[in-house]
């Protein structure tokens, strides 16, 4: 189980939103580099980065910061979403160094898109499929879709995506823990792997997550709870070790 710090990006500064919500930003950092710096030192193998400006625009809006980081921290695997809307964008992030790109809204919006994009960049693309109630969201969470999350998530397998990105909305930033039950009803419902994110907020959540990863659950993305100090990253990353290698 892999344990994901994640660092939204907003007008160049670090900060966390609630359920989505831009209006309900918390800024954390207005150095983004010294808090990826702070996660690295902590353990961390992988980081999850979001531009959330682009994700409402379209385009990326927060390159200069996710430059910075990624020629920071090259030994490390970092991933990008937000507003990587087509094949020009997601190779210039790669040719950057980025490992994974992340599409979301286009994924939903025009599904061919997956298909092109993993065949462009086979192993590089991984789909975030954000829902509440089992229906998915797009453009930054603002319009909920009508499609089902299971059905989406099995049609991206199918065009080989690297793995799904699972967020359940109504959780996410609300320090009210995971949605387990959904998260392995889509996992066992496809063979790539899904990472849980939205609502880890606790050691006990992260344990949750460890216990039924062998459902197809190969990590977990963690925000909020790092940056209000209510899960150590050392402490869980320690503590995920562990229990896998049991």
């Given at each position: 189980m892999q344990l994901i710090p994640?660092?939204?990006?907003?007008?160049?500064?670090?900060?966390?939103l609630r359920q989505g919500l831009m209006e309900d930003a918390t800024v954390f950092s207005d150095n983004p580099?010294?808090?990826?710096q702070k996660w690295v030192d902590a353990g961390a193998?992988?980081?999850h980065l979001v531009d959330l400006d682009g994700a409402f625009a379209g385009k990326p809006e927060n390159y200069a910061a996710i430059k910075d980081i990624?020629?920071?921290f090259s030994e490390i695997d970092i991933q990008?979403?937000?507003g990587i809307r087509d094949i020009e964008t997601a190779e210039t992030y790669l040719d950057l160094?980025?490992?994974y790109i992340?599409?979301?809204t286009k994924a939903v919006q025009t599904p061919h898109f997956v298909t092109d994009i993993c065949a462009e960049f086979p192993g590089s693309i991984i789909v975030g499929l954000d829902a509440k109630g089992g229906k998915v969201a797009v453009d930054g969470w603002s319009k909920l879709s009508t499609h089902?999350?299971?059905d989406m998530a099995q049609e991206f397998e199918d065009d080989g995506v690297e793995s799904i990105i699972f967020t359940d909305i109504g959780r996410d930033g609300m320090m009210k823990g995971v949605n387990i039950d959904s998260t392995v009803e889509l996992a066992e419902a496809i063979s790539i792997p899904v990472i849980a994110s939205g609502g880890v907020s606790t050691i006990d959540d992260v344990k949750k997550l460890i216990e039924v990863a062998d459902a197809g659950i190969e990590g977990a993305i963690i925000g909020r709870a790092l940056y209000e100090g209510s899960i150590d990253f050392a402490v869980a990353q320690k503590l995920a070790l562990e229990l896998t290698e049991d």
């Open positions: 994640a660092i939204d990006l907003k007008e160049g500064k670090c900060v966390r580099v010294e808090m990826a193998k992988r980081l990624v020629e920071s990008i979403g937000g160094g980025l490992k992340i599409i979301g089902n999350v299971i």
